[in-house]
């Protein structure tokens, strides 16, 4: 079964540190989306893309987060300093982008900065 | 952005029907109304979506109000591996963006 592929599936690292998240669509799905989910806030939408292009990204905090798509088959979160506050599971998400389409989500990415 | 309103929590009797509501007072119409569910530590997963009409999948069946102010899940025959949060969410026709609300987390009894 064809699937999203995230990796890595957990990280830990220090406060300040780079951390890069990285997302493999689904093979011929033109959307991606990035979710952040916590216990407290749920499921975020932080960022999507469709052909490539970012057509939202107003869910990120701008002056540390920041999302690509450098070609069709891969998407990358970074964060930048990283913060104890960005620990969250980071889930990727694909689509075809159709009307209607359904939402294929990864395993998610749990990020814990100490 | 529109915006659903569903119970907290449910609880059900494994092999019985069970039925999530969701409240959408603000639906346009040009909106879909989706389900997704997530299991405990995995992403969350497609469940039905529709328009208008109700709809039948081999997980479930939507029911959709006329006036698609409101909707419901049914899941026929639950069973434990029903258990899990179930979203429901509403999407412009071309599909711009999916918010997830807080769902409802499902709790199937033995």
């Known amino acids: 079964d064809a699937r999203v592929t995230q990796t890595p599936r957990h990280k830990v690292t220090e406060m300040g540190q780079e951390v890069t998240m990285r997302c493999q669509p689904i093979l011929g799905h033109n959307t991606v989306f990035w979710y952040r989910q916590t216990m407290m806030q749920g499921l975020e939408l932080l960022a999507y893309?469709?052909?490539?292009?970012?057509?939202?990204d107003s869910g990120m905090p701008k002056d540390r987060f920041s999302a690509e798509m450098p070609d069709a088959t891969l998407a990358t979160l970074k964060i930048q300093p990283s913060e104890p506050r960005d620990s969250a599971v980071y889930f990727c998400?694909?689509?075809?982008?159709?009307?209607?389409?359904?939402?294929?989500f990864g395993s998610g990415t749990q990020l814990s900065v100490l | 952005d529109a915006k659903t309103t569903q119970p907290n929590s449910m609880e059900s009797n494994e092999e019985e029907p069970v039925h999530l509501p969701c409240n959408h007072s603000t639906i346009s119409g040009t909106d879909y109304i989706h389900w997704y569910r997530q299991l405990p530590s995995q992403g969350p997963e497609y469940v039905i979506h529709g328009l208008t009409s109700n709809v039948n999948n081999r997980m479930a069946s939507l029911a959709i109000a006329e006036d698609r102010k409101s909707s419901t899940l049914i899941l026929h025959r639950a069973t434990l591996r029903d258990a899990a949060v179930y979203y429901c969410?509403?999407?412009?026709?071309?599909?711009?963006?999916?918010?997830f609300g807080s769902g409802t987390k499902l709790n199937v009894k033995p």
């Open positions: 998400a694909s689509a075809l982008g159709g009307v209607g389409e359904k939402l294929f």
């Open positions: 969410i509403l999407s412009l026709y071309n599909f711009n963006k999916f918010y």
């Open positions: 893309f469709r052909n490539r292009a970012p057509l939202d």
